[in-house]
Each structure stands twice: as C-alpha cells, then as structure tokens.
Nanobody, 124 residues
C-alpha cells in the first residue's frame, strides 16, 4: 500500500516555527525527488519546496526563500519542511509528493504520489 503521511501541522502565531514531516511507505523513495506543495482556500495548489534524490539540490518558491528549508533522510524514507518566521499568508494545507523522476520537479504534473495533507494555520 502506497502511503505518504504528513505530520507536524498546527495552529501557530506569526513569527513561530513548525517542522513538517512526510513518511513514505510502499513505494520507492530514495531515488526520487520529493516536493512540498500547499493550497490555501480558494487558491490553486502551489509548489513550496522540492529536493532531488540525494538532497544536494533544492528549489524554493520565492515567497518562502530564506524562511523554509527542505531536507530528507533516505534511511528513514522521510522528507521534512522546516518553516521559520511563519506569516499569516503561509496558512494552507501542506502536501508532500513524490516526483516521477530523480530530478527536481516544480509543477504538479511532475508528481505522481501525494499525501493527504496537513493543515498549517498562522494567526496574526
């Protein structure tokens, strides 16, 4: 059974930090790029960050550069998103996804497996 399970979301105040985790099972993990997306109410799903298979190449949306950090532990089949200096506009459901290849993907169609999402709410 293929599973991507996100955890770590919650309600925080502006300026706080959260660390999201995404545990993968039932699918190949270490040779594929991974990504974090988010979707706010009434908005399209957008890329937040992505990381290649080895973890030595990353991509960030301009809106989170310098505040968020994506990382992975291939031994644990887990990808992380460290979110610092959170802003109310970061409020969204955050999804992790596995890319279709080992190179970084920044569009939705480059990903084939998705988690169920975890809610992040940042109050002002």
């Amino acid at each position: 059974q293929v599973q991507l399970v996100e955890s770590g979301g919650g309600l925080v105040q502006a300026g706080d930090s959260l660390r999201l985790s995404c545990a993968a099972s039932g699918l190949a993990f270490s040779i594929y790029s991974m990504g974090w997306f988010r979707q706010a109410p009434g908005k399209e799903r957008e890329i937040v960050a992505a990381i290649n298979w080895s973890g030595d190449s990353t991509h960030y949306a301009n809106s989170v550069k310098g505040r968020f950090t994506i990382s992975r532990d291939n031994a644990k089949n887990t990808v992380y998103l460290q979110m610092n200096s959170l802003k109310p506009e970061d409020t969204a459901v955050y999804y992790c996804a596995r890319a279709r290849s080992s190179v970084i993907g920044i569009t939705i169609d480059q990903y084939d497996y998705w988690g169920q999402g975890t809610q992040v709410t940042v109050s002002s």
